[in-house]
């Protein structure tokens, strides 16, 4: 007897009307909604502009859910081209699907174009960005809640997740919460981001490395207790390689990064700083030019008084 349990929604679908509202997407939505949020706040606090973010943002997510879509499909083939299968179905984001790989590696490229196109340097933007794309994860991973997926063994804990969708071949029961789990890791992520920025100043992409390296080395064993149908390599699953590879790659940039280009980026938006420096001026000009009349005049009498020979009366 299960005496306590997450309960799974009955379905991940509600309609206001004709209007389907799906759970996966809210939560996808939300998520880039914080992301691109708090990325600004951190990109203002390091010198830059307002609106900056959203604005490559508009770049970086389509191409961000395209790769994460691309990911998936090619990854787990098997399900959209494999017998008695539709392909159509590989089109049908909403019913979930997305490799956070794929879209980290092809959201870089779509935020790299709108960086050039800003003249700002991507690592810059990718360490503001870092802690807040942790936290979409956070709570992306919910819509696997609502979509009934991505559980882990069947258990018996308190916190178990109960599924009750017997749809591609799912098995009614009580399972670990790997959405939970990963989505809870990612928060953590967040966190230990933001510390390590305040403490140690990382710059040049640093911050965006840690935490790409953190979130690999939780995925690693959070995807080695996933049920769900993959590819295994040597044994282990195949986004359990991938967290390995990336896991490494992120903590060598890190290292090699930390010799090569020391400290932190001064300037992330030469915009911002020109505009800051011309503010400037212009105030110094407009506190000359409001000084009142006298005092100028005094100043200036007092500066010709200062050019007297000595022994004047101050008789002109």
Known sequence: MDLAYIPSPSHGVLY??????????????????????????RWIARGGRSGTVADIAVWAVP???????????????????????????????????????????LGAVGAWIGCRRRGIPLPAYADALAPGIALAQAIGRWGNWFNQELYGRATDLPWAVKITSVDGGRVPGT???????????????????????RRFKLGHGRAFALYVASYCAGRAWIEYMRVDEAHHILGLRLNVWTAIIVFVLAVTYIVVSARLRPGREEVVEPAAEDETTGSGDEESTDTTGDEPAGTATAGAGSGKNLRKSP???GKD
């Open 63 to 105: 191409f961000g859910l395209v790769g994460g879509r691309l990911y998936h499909v090619v990854t787990d083939y098997q399900l959209y081209f494999g017998e008695g299968r539709d392909w159509v179905d590989a089109f049908k984001i909403w019913e979930g699907g997305l490799g956070i790989w794929g879209a980290i590696a």
């Open 16 to 41: 206001l009307g004709p209007v389907p509202l799906r759970g996966y997407a809210f939560c996808i939505i939300i998520g880039v909604f914080v992301a691109v949020w708090y990325g600004n706040r």
């Open 311 to 313: 022994g004047k009366t």
């Open 175 to 197: 399972y670990h919460p790997t959405f939970l789990y990963e989505s809870l890791w990612c928060v953590g992520v967040a966190l230990l981001v933001v510390w390590a920025d």
